[in-house]
């Protein structure tokens, strides 16, 4: 009995190796591994080579798209308005009559100003003969004093009056100008009631409709706008840059826009104009105000005044340089990586708590490289030290990347099969 009980045991024990084996080379067991452990299942990961190229670092600087010549339009006297030949939207010239006022009151003011002229005048007249009396007269009574015919009283009496009659002459010479200056102001404050395009534009914003009044403006209440007309065919960007960016802006430098409304366009400008004085917005931020000229506006593309904008300012350009895509470029703790990382690694600052590592895949894991790393762009970072091109780095996905660790296993996603997605049968 105990031969047939050692002879199943004997052949059970073939059966199970033989099925392990079996199991193991077939690649069930580690299926079931990974299964069990998923420590020991390699995550996909995103691969790209090193490669050297150009980047350029960028300072975005938010603003508003604005015409960089209008003008507001409003009236030198307040009048009511009789006549507007141009509504909002259409093109004018420079020169071009755009508003009317009253000009009825203005050109009775005229007709007062030059009859106040004439009485004037009139009034010269009599002075000026009043005046040449006086002074025969004074004439005379200086020989009677020299002949000793009249006292010294006498004469100086008469001075006093020939002094008056000199003092009203030339007081009546000057109401002549005064009267010539009203004459003057009257004219002009006439013409001021027909108002014209100051330049060549569209009338962006109309403010006032025909038989409301005007209002000059004073010191501290601005007068009545009446319409504005901007030239819309060389458009600015008024940006504002925090003080953090705006040491490396400089004019001439050229600028990418994006234009809210087109988002499928880009846009290139020139810095024009850097602001030197530094401004607070409403909500207590600061900003230097930075004007970028649009260049070259495509056919068929209105910039509306007022429209949301962002640019992108090239700063600066570096040529030929390592660079990876900034999300590949990580921050670990230098505690957290294994000695032979960072033993004798000059790009490893013992004095700090974390370094920058670039992940890469050996032989089915995960490594650690430090690097020392420049400045960046949007996408890209500049690697200084520590890559070389032709390396193959993990670049993503970026969930896997914020969490990846030294000598874990990664697999590159671009091996995995996809899943095909099942097509429908047709009924």
């Not at 073939?14 to 299942?41: F, H, I, N, T």
């Not at 108002?195 to 006032?208: F, V």
């Not at 000695?339 to 370094?355: A, L, S």
Request: glycine share 8%; with cysteine; aromatic share 6%.
């Amino acid at each position: 009995m105990w031969k047939w009980i050692l002879a199943f045991v004997v052949v059970s024990i073939l059966g199970c190796g033989g099925a392990g084996y079996y199991l193991y080379e077939s690649g069930q067991v580690k299926g079931w591994m990974e299964q069990m452990r998923p420590d020991l299942k390699g995550v996909a990961v995103r691969l790209t080579t090193v490669n050297k190229g150009d980047l350029i670092r960028t300072v975005s600087a938010p603003g508003t798209i604005e015409p960089k010549t209008k003008v507001e339009v409003s009236s030198q006297v307040s009048a009511r308005i009789i006549g507007l030949p141009f509504r909002e939207g259409q093109t004018v010239n420079a020169g071009d009559v755009v508003v009317r006022l009253d000009a009825r009151d203005l050109a009775a003011l005229v007709d007062s100003a030059k009859a106040q002229l004439k009485t004037e005048e009139a009034r010269l007249e009599g002075s000026r003969a009043t005046f040449a009396n006086f002074s025969v007269e004074f004439n005379r009574r200086k020989e009677l004093y020299g002949s000793k015919d009249i006292a010294k009283t006498e004469l100086d009496q008469f001075e006093a009056e020939y002094l008056r009659a000199e003092s009203n002459f030339k007081a009546q010479q000057h109401a002549i100008e005064i009267a010539n200056a009203n004459i003057i102001r009257a004219e002009k404050d006439l013409d001021n009631t027909v108002i014209t395009s100051p330049i060549g534009g569209i009338i962006t914003r109309l403010d006032a409709e025909v038989g409301e009044t005007v209002v000059v403006g004073t010191l501290n209440n601005p007068g009545s706008v009446i319409m504005e007309i901007a030239d819309l065919g060389v458009m600015i960007v008024k940006t504002r840059i925090d003080e953090a960016n705006i040491a490396p802006i400089k004019a001439t430098q050229s600028a990418r826009v994006f234009v809210n409304a087109y988002p499928d366009r880009t846009f290139q400008g020139t810095v024009e104009n850097v602001g030197l004085k530094k401004r607070t917005d409403t909500d207590g931020t600061t900003y230097f105000e930075t004007d970028i000229i649009l260049l070259e506006l495509p056919e068929g593309i209105l910039l509306r005044d007022g429209l949301m904008a962002n640019a992108d300012v090239q700063v600066e350009t570096f040529r030929e340089i390592v660079k990876v895509p900034s999300q590949a470029v990580q921050d670990r703790a230098i505690d957290d990586l294994p000695q032979e990382v960072t033993e004798n690694n000059p790009r490893i600052d013992k004095t700090k708590k974390y370094c920058r590592v670039v992940f890469t895949m050996v032989d089915g894991a995960a490594k650690a490289i430090p690097v020392t790393t420049g400045t960046s762009d949007l996408t890209d970072t500049v690697v200084m030290q520590g890559l070389e091109p032709g390396v193959s780095i993990i670049i993503g996905p970026y969930k896997i990347l914020s969490v990846l660790k030294h000598d874990q296993k990664v697999i590159d996603e671009a091996t995995v099969p996809k899943k095909e997605t099942p097509v429908p049968k047709k009924s």
